[in-house]
């Protein structure tokens, strides 16, 4: 049985950053892609990084500029390194794994607050 459990969340001023990690268990994630979806409260849930087994990346054009992900296989671990933080960013994150996102992490919680 997959697991995925996410850890690094928090309260972050604007303008601060946070390195949220996800560590796989139960399966070698190198073979799959792995990604960062978020959802804020009201809203629907979107991708906001991904990265393949190759390590190819995309990110929302939202978030292009200010973060980055990234995956350790030797740790099944993958990182969103988040700079720049605004209130807007402020959303449940999620990490998914598998060609059709076929496994989730139970999130963890992103505030952007003053």
């Known amino acids: 049985q997959v697991q995925l459990v996410e850890s690094g969340g928090g309260l972050v001023q604007p303008g601060g950053s946070l390195r949220p990690s996800c560590a796989a268990s139960g399966s070698t994630c190198r073979f799959y892609a792995m990604g960062w979806y978020r959802q804020a409260t009201g809203k629907k849930r979107e991708l906001v990084a991904a990265?393949?087994?190759?390590?190819?990346?995309n990110c929302a054009d939202s978030v292009k500029s200010r973060f980055t992900i990234s995956r350790d296989n030797a740790k099944n671990t993958v990182y969103l390194q988040m700079h720049s933080l605004k209130p807007g960013d402020t959303a449940v994150y999620y990490c998914?794994?598998?060609?059709?996102?076929?496994?989730w992490g139970q999130g963890i919680q992103v505030t952007v607050s003053s």
């Open positions: 998914a794994m598998g060609r059709r996102w076929d496994y």
């Open positions: 990265i393949t087994s190759s390590g190819n990346t």
